[in-house]
């Protein structure tokens, strides 16, 4: 299995806290992704990076932001959770952008009260 | 009309049975096709790419029907560890930030 880590697996946060999921590869992967996960829809991208310092925007980045400062690790930001917030975040790495294979993280369940 | 749909499901299939189930796409610029499969409270994993002449992998097969816009998942001589949600994925673009997921079809593989 790819070597990617998230944390924290688990959290519940209250309305309008900022909180910050981590995503680690040991991979040297090139491209990492956030996606969110809910009932009723695929899974639907909020951010991406290209490269370190490199990321743009995803189908679903409003309430999110992202930084890369280095090639293992991703990190995505809540920056005041709200309740439609609440979902599991899944962090994917690839090695190419080209529809390369995409190998997921365990996933972080994410309640906001 | 969603860009990806699946028949969520559940397939109920006895162990040992044949199961199929398809995934239509709107639009029909659409370039790759995938299925990942994903184990309850897992993360997804890739299954197969479906290629325009089909392929194969074991008991797997995965079609392509361009005219028809859709794709298909066919599995052989089912076991108790195929039971997982099955998630076709589609890309009218070059690159992954453009995939398009469906939400999954349930399938349960009964003893």
């Known amino acids: 299995d790819a070597g990617i880590t998230q944390s924290p697996r688990h959290k519940v946060t209250e309305t309008g806290t900022p909180v910050t999921l981590r995503c680690h590869q040991t991979?040297?992967?090139?491209?990492m992704y956030w996606y969110r996960q809910d009932p009723g829809h695929g899974l639907r991208l909020i951010h991406y990076?290209?490269?370190?310092?490199?990321?743009d925007k995803g189908e679903v980045s409003d309430g999110y932001s992202v930084s890369r400062s280095k090639t293992e690790d991703f990190l995505l930001t809540l920056e005041s959770a709200t309740s439609s917030q609440t979902s599991v975040y899944f962090c994917?790495?690839?090695?190419?952008?080209?529809?390369?294979?995409?190998?997921f993280g365990s996933g972080t369940q994410l309640s906001v009260l | 009309r969603k860009e990806v749909e699946q028949d969520p499901g559940p397939f109920n299939v006895p162990e040992g049975a044949t199961v199929a189930f398809n995934c239509t796409y709107s639009?029909?610029?659409?370039?790759?096709f995938f299925w990942y499969r994903q184990d309850c409270r897992k993360e997804p994993k890739l299954l197969m790419s479906?290629?325009?002449s089909g392929n194969e992998d074991g008991r797997f097969t995965a079609q392509l029907n361009r005219a028809s816009q859709y794709i298909s998942l066919l599995i052989r001589d089912s076991k108790l560890s195929d039971s997982a949600t099955y998630l076709c994925?589609?890309?009218?673009?070059?690159?992954?930030?453009?995939?398009?997921f469906g939400t999954g079809t349930r399938l349960t593989i009964i003893p």
């Open positions: 994917a790495i690839s090695d190419g952008r080209g529809n390369e294979k995409l190998f």
């Open positions: 991979e040297n992967h090139r491209y």
């Open positions: 990076s290209y490269g370190v310092k490199d990321t």
């Open positions: 639009n029909s610029a659409s370039q790759s």
């Open positions: 479906v290629y325009s």
């Open positions: 994925v589609v890309n009218r673009y070059f690159g992954n930030e453009k995939l398009t």
